[in-house]
């Protein structure tokens, strides 16, 4: 199982998120093209303004209203895109297979890390709950996008900590780290790609349009 | 859940409510997979796709918050209780909850676009709602009132019924009241070669003309060389735009640009209105297949705006009494006029009181959209969803709003009575007729 679980099941995770993120891609462009309004309006510089004023934090209205949103939304996104890559088991592995090798974070910069992430899952979670206008749009589906992002990370922690068998967690937490990656372009969590894209357009229409900013 | 029960539903409409008693599943059916696939394509489905349901436009909306947040009214909750319906059932969706569809895309939100300023990821939730309205449009269902005028734009090419012969006559009205002010005062009609095209909403004609008679004294002050089509395409309104029945827009857009080439015009002055220049500047020539108007047109604030800074008007006095401004979503949000307008305030008032939150940032009026043109039987449902402007003008210690757009006029009109905030509405050019410099020699005796 360990051997089927960091062997092919990686492969098989890695080219499904490959190969669904360029199919994502292609029909996006594809799509633009019926849409007839975005090629004509598209515009880099207003597209780049936009995209500047709204991944920097604090740069918008409502980041700066919803302060902890913000707060919380950076650390969890930050966190997450750069603990698989840097961490050291990751790169041991990974120079193990293939050779080349890159700097890693130390233990405890990685704990930090992983924590901050668990902690701003349940923050989400709160916030899903609580709150009336998330909850009326929460669906099943919500939660279950968040437990599939935040598993690889809980799942890892645990079997860092060594709180269980150790093969056995590690063995759940590359099966939720596969499972994680091939979801990420057929569900909403592919608004990783998408995003940069609807935020540029936007930015296109309020500012070469409209001659508006839209932050 | 714990909501209230739902609000508005007891509003009795004949045009959502006869439309409705005619209409089958299968029909509506075909009608939004016609509309989904060939009317959409990437916008569409990357915003569906693309939205986290984080709830964070919902601060955005005044509907929302003026309806003590109550979820049904945020923007992402419209586009559920519409749209991810009408996906999940595949569009097999019944006559009534269509009506649903109706009232809340067409009465309950004025496609004013703050929402997109508060969306991480600058989805065009307007957007989605207007298509809501398409397919609503296409079974039939619409409110009667906002109908009858797009009804009136496809026969008369105006919004109000006007015919040419009481079109020429309220010209002609104005204009002798204009040269009992000032002696050169004109409105020149059908004047071929004529550097400016003034165009206006239909209401001027039918309830607001006086502030005909004020443009022809403006123009004569600033002594420009300018006319008005006698014939159809004198109406820049398009309230087809905003009931979904675009190729009713495109035919509006299209005849009055034809008029200004025809009268072979420099460029087209708009009057105070915000859907008339979002139609005319960007709705229209989307649908038409223009990138760029084939005609340049202004705004009457960046006109105003010019007339003030190149001197062709000056100011004699300035307006008294403290004024605070409505910066209409169309013109502001919609076209980043938000500086000039407020220069032109400030150089003709001299107690200006911002408001707050202000420039694109200002909250809509709640008449805009189409939402007023929808009539009485949904007045209140509006004027409750707009109580954070009631709050926000009060706040500003105002006597005078002055509101350069004509639904933002009545709109704010409406609230003003039912919060009885005791202020008064003022278009931009009521403020400048009383403060503007008359040479002696234009002054009539």
């Known amino acids: 199982m360990y051997e089927f679980a ?13 190969a669904g993120m360029v199919y994502q891609f292609m029909k996006l462009l594809m799509l633009a093209k019926k849409d007839k309004v975005i090629y004509p309006y598209m515009s880099l510089k207003y597209g780049l303004r936009s995209l500047f004023h709204w991944i920097v934090p604090f740069a918008s209205k409502n980041m700066r209203q919803r302060y902890e949103v913000t707060i919380v939304t950076f650390a969890f996104h930050i966190c997450l895109v750069l603990l698989p890559i840097f961490l050291a088991a990751h790169v041991v592995m990974f120079s193990f297979a293939w050779g080349p090798r890159w700097a890693t974070l130390s233990e405890h910069a990685a704990t930090f890390m992983t924590i901050a992430v668990i902690l701003a899952a349940i923050f989400f979670l709160a916030r899903r709950l609580m709150m009336p206008e998330v909850r009326f749009v929460t669906f099943g589906s919500d939660y279950i996008l968040l437990a599939v992002a935040v598993a690889p990370f809980l799942t890892g922690f645990i079997a860092n900590r060594q709180w269980f068998d150790y093969e056995t967690t590690v063995i759940i937490h590359m099966i939720c780290g596969a499972v994680m990656l091939m979801a990420i372009p057929f569900t909403r969590l592919s608004h990783m790609l998408f995003f940069p894209f609807t935020r540029a357009y936007m930015g296109s229409e309020f500012g070469a349009v409209r001659h508006a900013k839209d932050w | 859940m714990g909501l209230p029960a739902a609000v508005n539903t007891t509003v009795s409409d004949p045009g959502i409510d006869e439309a409705a008693k005619s209409l089958t599943t299968q029909r509506i059916q075909e009608v939004i997979h016609r509309v989904i696939d060939k009317e959409t394509a990437a916008r569409f489905r990357t915003y569906l796709n693309t939205c986290v349901h984080c709830g964070l436009c919902s601060d955005a909306c005044h509907w929302f918050l003026s309806n003590d947040r109550d979820p049904r009214f945020s923007p992402v909750g419209k586009v559920k209780q519409t749209l991810w319906e009408i996906l999940r059932k595949k569009g097999k969706v019944d006559p009534y909850f269509l009506k649903d569809c109706s009232r809340i895309a067409q009465t309950e939100c004025n496609v ?32 009667q009132f906002l109908q009858d005028t797009v009804n009136s734009h496809a026969v008369t090419f105006n919004q109000m019924w006007v015919k040419q012969d009481e079109w020429i006559d309220t010209l002609q009205w104005q204009e002798e ?41 403006i123009m004569a002050v600033a ?4 006319t008005m089509p006698s014939f159809d395409g004198w109406d820049n309104s398009n309230m087809a735009m905003y ?28 009057g105070e209105c915000g859907h008339a220049f979002r139609g005319a500047a960007y709705d229209g020539p989307k649908w038409l297949a223009w990138k760029e108007p084939p005609v ?33 979503c169309n013109i502001v949000r919609g076209r980043g006029l938000g500086r000039k307008l407020r220069e032109i305030v400030q150089a003709t008032c001299a107690d200006f009181r911002p408001p707050d939150p202000e420039f694109e940032h200002n909250y809509c009026c709640g008449a805009g959209g189409g939402v007023i043109n929808c009539g009485p039987p949904w007045k209140t449902s509006r004027v409750t969803g707009n109580r954070v402007k009631a709050e926000q003008l009060a706040a500003t210690g105002a006597h005078i709003v002055i509101t350069p757009c004509h639904n933002c006029h009545s709109g704010i009109e409406d609230i003003i009575s039912t919060y009885k905030l005791g202020q008064h509405v003022k278009f931009f050019s009521e403020i400048l007729i009383q403060v503007m410099e008359i040479p002696d020699e234009l002054k009539a005796q």
């Open chain 2, 243 to 270: 009931s979904g029945d675009f190729e009713t827009m495109g035919r509006v857009e299209r005849a009055h640009y034809e008029a200004a080439l025809k009268l072979k015009v420099r460029r087209i002055v708009m």
């Open chain 2, 112 to 143: 004013c676009r703050r929402c997109s300023m508060y969306c991480p990821f600058g989805i065009d939730i307007a957007y989605l709602l207007l298509v809501v309205r398409r397919i609503c449009s296409e079974c039939g269902m619409v409110p």
């Open chain 1, 6 to 18: 960091s062997g092919p099941l990686v492969w098989i995770a890695f080219i499904v998120f490959f």
């Open chain 2, 177 to 217: 009241d204009a040269r009992s002010e000032i002696t050169t005062a004109r409105i020149p009609l059908d004047k071929e070669g004529a550097e400016v095209m003034y165009s206006v909403i239909a209401p001027e004609p039918k309830i607001l003309a006086q502030l005909l008679g004020y443009i022809a004294q």
């Open chain 2, 223 to 226: 002594k420009i060389d300018w």
């Open chain 2, 296 to 328: 340049p047109l202004i705004h009457a604030v960046d006109f105003y705006h010019e007339l003030i800074t190149s001197g062709k008007i000056k100011i004699a006095r300035k307006f008294e009494e403290p004024v605070t401004l409505q910066e209409p």
